[in-house]
């Protein structure tokens, strides 16, 4: 299954392309398929505040642990005083003109996200958002984790999950799930804390991730399949 997160968002795009307008009348109550276009643009502006707060949480992350106190952060941020640093540091968010500040004043000390990451943070959004238009309660919208995309990614993208789960043989399930879950787990700014769970676990954690998302996730990538980033894997091998 080895391969870049972007060939597997473009794999799991793929494979389930073909169900775009079978889920949107599904759900048509909802997400009014015949104003495609406005749907699509609703998405991508939640994606692209997916991809600020990826961008604003490794700033905050690089800024915080190479400046020694929060007034040194402040000043990197063009504020005056501490007061909002301990704020930004828990919701993870930055107002536009402070990430600038600190991109232009400390550029050799911010490590940004990799586009990869950043779209995992945007895509996450963008299908917490579909969810919460379905189910008309907008306290779902990011409430879905860059982590958990990225897991549901590795499903999608799978050609035998299907049968993986239906096979008589329980290994066979536990082997698949650990492979994703080894193979997609990210490393982010704030890394989800689950501990070591048992292969078994594993395929009942994916399972549920699944069950609450799948359907949102799939409309999220076809809704704006452009945003996947290029895979870079077979250009760089071939340099």
């Not at 389930?16 to 406005?38: A, I």
């Not at 549901?152 to 050609?159: F, M, Q, T």
Request: hydrophobic share 40%; proline share 5%; net charge neutral.
């Amino acid at each position: 299954m080895s391969s870049s997160l972007s060939a597997q968002m473009i794999t799991a795009y793929d494979h389930h392309w073909s169900k775009r307008d079978l889920l949107l009348g599904e759900y048509s109550s909802t997400l009014n398929p015949d104003d495609l276009d406005e749907f699509q643009s609703l998405v991508r502006e939640r994606f692209y505040k997916g991809v600020h707060t990826a961008y604003a949480e490794a700033i905050l992350l690089s800024l915080s642990t190479k400046l020694r106190t929060q007034q040194q952060i402040a000043e990197a941020l063009g504020l005056k005083d501490r007061t909002s640093i301990s704020q930004m540091l828990r919701s993870g968010t930055i107002h536009g003109v402070r990430l600038t500040a600190a991109l232009y004043q400390y550029p050799d000390l911010i490590t940004p996200p990799t586009r990869d990451v950043a779209a995992l943070f945007g895509f996450a959004r963008s299908t917490s958002y579909i969810k919460a238009l379905v189910l008309d309660d907008k306290r779902i919208e990011g409430s879905m984790s860059p982590q958990d995309f990225s897991y549901l990614v590795g499903v999608l993208a799978s050609d035998v999950w299907k049968a993986a789960i239906c096979d008589r043989d329980p290994d066979t399930a536990r082997r698949l799930s650990a492979e994703i879950v080894r193979e997609r787990t990210i490393v982010t700014p704030r890394p989800p804390n689950k501990g070591r769970r048992r292969s078994e676990q594993y395929v009942l954690m994916l399972q549920q991730i699944v069950f609450d998302w799948a359907d949102f996730g799939v409309l999220a990538l076809c809704a704006i399949p452009d945003c996947i980033p290029e895979d870079n894997t077979n250009k760089e091998a071939a340099v």
